[in-house]
């Protein structure tokens, strides 16, 4: 590092350590370790193949992280404005250096109470990971729009709260321009060109039905947009519609539960977590997903993840899938900092065309040394063994590296840290 750079340096670390920005948040995500799998060298991680999620435990072979630095800029009375930000780096866990620029995951600002006549209401405008909902166990965003945006949420009916928002997703293809070729003489269609995905979401959230019961409804429209002098490929999905409802359960068996049924149509019918998808692709038809996870506490030593997942996508190219998951992770508490985790998941594939099953069973034991007794404690160390095994009807690799097609099970064993804070 020149001598330029390293005053730099000094003058941006004097700066976030001043007395005026001692109220700066860090707060971040983050993971990493070592593995290896037996007969091929380095630790490979297992998904069903034409899956959207694979069971988390002992099968995440990358380095990932994100770091998130905010600060409230302003403050009178009630009335707030804080600067979010997150920064997220993904490196492929094979070395000491590995180069990666980082993904600008969210950079916004959120005005909190606004607007004398919503109390409680939030402004807010920029890149934002918004309101998403998740299976944690396979990482599985099943109701998730982030991304360039704006909105407000939190509005109090009394009864509950509305939400109102846009994003936007850009699709790098999916569009066409035409051109003239003077030498030729012809027209010549130019393809690839980038289309926008706005995504306009609704939200009803907070309603009580029980005394540790609420619902949440949510309608999602997302449309495809060109620019001036381009068009949408033939037969892409130029729009769609999804609903969701979902039931939280609090203090259910020393946990919660979650019950969502979501429907979708069209462009909102792809794998992509609820992304608008249809200017690159034809997703003419229709989505029925219900999810049911939670946690529970079946004693003081005991403490269960679960989940089951059903997908079944018809689209009128026949090109659908049928997605059938079960995942289970128990943990028993040795120690308050010490423990053992089991998770065993399934998960299978049918294709809309051919009929044929696709599937795969994983199952990992881990020892854990972590941040307190609870299932969420991190971080967390963990040495773990996966085994998993698969039934290929679709000739192609349930590893996540591409090209692998020989067995039918493997096992790795690793040490991984993760983090969150």
Request: no cysteine; glycine share 10%.
């Given at each position: 590092?020149?001598?330029?750079?390293?005053?730099?340096?000094?003058?941006?670390?004097?700066?976030?350590?001043?007395?005026?920005?001692?109220?700066?948040?860090?707060?971040?995500?983050?993971?990493?370790?070592?593995?290896?799998?037996?007969?091929?060298?380095?630790?490979?991680?297992?998904?069903?193949?034409?899956?959207?999620?694979?069971?988390?435990l002992?099968?995440?072979?990358?380095?990932?992280?994100?770091?998130?630095?905010?600060?409230?800029?302003?403050?009178?009375?009630?009335?707030?404005?804080?600067?979010?930000?997150?920064?997220?780096?993904?490196?492929?866990?094979?070395?000491?250096?590995?180069?990666t620029?980082?993904?600008?995951?969210?950079?916004?600002?959120?005005?909190?109470?606004?607007?004398?006549?919503?109390?409680?209401a939030?402004?807010?405008?920029?890149?934002?990971?918004?309101q998403?909902?998740?299976?944690?166990?396979?990482?599985?965003?099943?109701?998730?729009?982030?991304?360039?945006?704006?909105?407000?949420?939190?509005?109090?009916?009394?009864?509950?709260?509305?939400?109102?928002?846009?994003?936007?997703?850009?699709?790098a293809?999916?569009?066409?321009?035409?051109?003239?070729?003077?030498e030729?003489?012809?027209?010549?269609?130019?393809?690839?060109?980038?289309?926008?995905?706005?995504?306009?979401?609704?939200?009803?959230?907070?309603i009580?039905?029980?005394?540790?019961?609420?619902?949440?409804?949510?309608?999602?429209?997302?449309?495809?947009?060109?620019?001036n002098?381009?068009?949408?490929?033939?037969?892409?999905?130029?729009?769609?519609?999804m609903?969701?409802?979902?039931?939280?359960?609090?203090?259910?068996f020393?946990?919660?539960?979650?019950?969502?049924?979501q429907?979708?149509?069209?462009?909102?019918t792809?794998?992509?977590?609820?992304?608008?998808?249809?200017?690159?692709?034809?997703?003419?038809?229709?989505?029925i997903?219900?999810?049911?996870?939670?946690?529970?506490?079946?004693?003081?030593?005991?403490?269960?993840?679960?989940?089951?997942?059903?997908?079944?996508?018809d689209?009128?190219?026949?090109?659908?899938?049928?997605?059938?998951?079960?995942?289970?992770?128990?943990?028993?508490?040795?120690?308050?900092?010490?423990?053992?985790?089991?998770?065993?998941?399934?998960?299978?594939?049918?294709?809309?065309?051919?009929?044929?099953?696709?599937?795969?069973?994983?199952?990992?034991?881990?020892?854990q040394?972590?941040?307190?007794?609870?299932?969420?404690?991190?971080?967390?160390?963990?040495?773990?063994?996966?085994?998993?095994?698969?039934?290929?009807?679709?000739?192609?690799s349930?590893?996540?590296?591409?090209?692998?097609?020989?067995?039918?099970?493997?096992?790795?064993?690793?040490?991984?840290?993760?983090?969150?804070?």
């Amino acid at each position: 590092m020149n001598s330029k750079k390293t005053l730099l340096a000094l003058a941006v670390t004097g700066a976030i350590f001043s007395s005026q920005a001692f109220a700066v948040d860090f707060h971040g995500y983050a993971r990493s370790g070592i593995g290896w799998t037996s007969g091929s060298g380095e630790q490979t991680a297992f998904g069903v193949n034409g899956g959207g999620a694979k069971y988390r435990l002992g099968n995440e072979a990358e380095t990932y992280a994100e770091f998130k630095l905010g600060q409230e800029l302003f403050k009178d009375g009630e009335k707030s404005i804080y600067l979010d930000s997150n920064l997220a780096y993904s490196v492929s866990q094979q070395g000491d250096w590995e180069e990666t620029s980082p993904a600008l995951r969210e950079i916004n600002v959120q005005f909190k109470n606004f607007a004398d006549s919503l109390p409680g209401a939030t402004l807010w405008a920029g890149k934002r990971f918004y309101q998403r909902h998740d299976v944690h166990m396979n990482d599985f965003y099943y109701w998730d729009i982030s991304g360039p945006g704006a909105g407000v949420e939190n509005i109090d009916l009394g009864f509950g709260k509305l939400s109102l928002a846009v994003t936007r997703n850009t699709d790098a293809g999916g569009a066409y321009s035409w051109s003239y070729n003077t030498e030729t003489r012809r027209w010549e269609s130019n393809k690839d060109k980038d289309v926008s995905n706005d995504v306009f979401d609704a939200r009803l959230a907070d309603i009580k039905v029980s005394e540790n019961g609420r619902l949440e409804f949510g309608v999602d429209y997302g449309r495809a947009r060109t620019k001036n002098g381009t068009w949408l490929e033939e037969n892409a999905s130029k729009d769609g519609f999804m609903a969701t409802i979902e039931h939280t359960q609090g203090n259910f068996f020393g946990g919660f539960n979650k019950f969502v049924v979501q429907y979708a149509t069209d462009s909102m019918t792809s794998w992509n977590t609820g992304h608008s998808q249809g200017s690159s692709v034809n997703n003419n038809g229709k989505m029925i997903r219900v999810i049911d996870h939670g946690v529970v506490q079946l004693s003081d030593k005991i403490e269960t993840m679960y989940a089951l997942i059903y997908e079944k996508t018809d689209l009128d190219n026949n090109q659908g899938k049928t997605w059938y998951s079960a995942g289970i992770r128990p943990m028993y508490k040795w120690t308050k900092t010490m423990s053992t985790l089991v998770e065993l998941g399934y998960d299978r594939i049918k294709d809309q065309a051919s009929g044929k099953k696709n599937d795969l069973t994983k199952v990992t034991l881990a020892q854990q040394w972590q941040a307190g007794d609870s299932i969420w404690a991190r971080p967390a160390i963990r040495v773990f063994g996966t085994y998993a095994h698969w039934n290929d009807k679709f000739n192609q690799s349930n590893r996540t590296d591409a090209g692998y097609k020989a067995k039918d099970g493997e096992f790795v064993m690793g040490v991984q840290f993760e983090a969150w804070w």
